[in-house]
């Protein structure tokens, strides 16, 4: 691995940075908390809007007709989903990076050749992945789904695919404006998409207004329009309302291949670290559904519950990925590792409360997203007694990832993953979930542990880099 990071556009971090508007002078922890949060909130709303359309979702298949099944269907087309989705997330958060680097060195019209290449590369993932949702069937068939949760989620994974296109792009544009600190916009537009997204997927799904009852599919095809109606949004976001002069704004592509090869280059191994983590939660979500379609949909609404409550995490996770991608732009290693753990301890703080609230009212939580009695024996407890801490350490490892992609060090947090979820959760999840029999406990269980050791590894690599990096490379 590199022992220094340098600044984009090929200026090292160790050199002196340029003065120009905007460097910081506070370095206090009441001036980091404040610059944080006042990122990381509209970063969480926007983040928690992705999610809550499938908690929507969630929430309306599972108070339909035939809930069992159709909370089944939907889960399993969100297993390869949520997988790819995911991957492609972590290929655009080199915008956010690239952005908040060059923003931070001082070369604000750097950031347009950024935005435009990440337009590029959603528009081409998006496309690619709303071709491999067409045979949705055939997907879940090979992930072991009994053949009657393949037969129902296969056309809501061919809905949700076409949708694609549009929430990558989506994507591209809100990690662009966080990188330059403007995250109320698509805050705001997450928010008008939630509302949209809540009236059509009611409408589509239970049949309003005289229309024949789409179920899950409907609910999946309502949620795919709405997502393009955020990509075409977020476009016009940004062409209006952002300096075009300051940040060489223009839909003209004029760079060649360097600019997307170092997209590419920051771009894949966290795309491989966001990717195995998903991956490990859709495979045990995977193993749930082999023992039964209520196991399945337990399982599926509580990752669902765990998802929206870890994007709470993710608005703290891009706000220290953009704080300390300042200030390493900057060459202030003390700087980005002060920023990481004010960041840290916001999250604990804060999924602390949460995960108090969980293991309190857990029966709240789980109806929200169901009336299925089968459903409810089984998600309730595992709310209250396991979900209930993992939110906790969930957010503690993403928020300490963030602050790693911040310093644009990929490798190490890429292979942590990789041994925690896959060498850990994996194999606990076969053993205690579905060799022993013990269902969807056992298998939060698994990820419990998975989690608590990516979180351990990753503090550490944090601590040691910026030590190492300020140490040796000082201001």
Known sequence: MKSETSAPGGQSATQAPPVFDGAEDGTGFWHHLSRTASL???????R????????VDTAIVGHLAFADRGLAAFGAALIPLAVLQTAAIGLLIGVIVRSAQFDGAGKPEACGEVWRLGLILALILGVIYAVIMTNGQAILGLLGQPAEVAEGGGPVLRAMGWGMPGILVFIACAHFLEGISRPVAPMVLM????????????????????????GAVGVATATALVRWGLGIGSVLLVLLTVDRHRYGITLRHTE?????IALLRLGLPLAAAIGLETACFAMITNMSGWLGQASL?????????????????IGLATAAAVRVGNAVGRGDWRG????GWVAVILAGALMAVVGVLTAIFPDWA????????????????????????LVVVDSLQGVLMGALRGCADTLLPTIIYGVSFW?????AAYWWGYREGIGPHALTWALLAALTAATAALALRFQHLTDHQAVSKPR
């Open 366 to 389: 789980a109806r929200l997203l169901t009336n299925s009695p089968a459903v409810l024996s089984l998600l309730v407890p595992v709310l209250a007694g396991v979900v209930s801490l």
């Open 423 to 427: 060498l850990i959760g994996v194999p």
């Open 191 to 214: 928010l008008v998409g939630n509302i949209a997204n809540a009236a059509l997927a009611y409408i589509l799904g239970a049949g309003a207004f005289g229309l024949p009852e789409g």
């Open 336 to 339: 980005a590792q002060y920023a």
């Open 48 to 55: 928690a809007g992705m999610v809550l359309m499938l908690t």
């Open 297 to 313: 949909a337990t399982m599926h609404a509580a990752i669902n519950y765990t998802s929206f409550v870890y994007m709470l995490t």
């Open 256 to 260: 060649g291949w360097d600019g997307f």
């Open 40 to 46: 990381a909130l509209p970063v969480m709303l926007s």
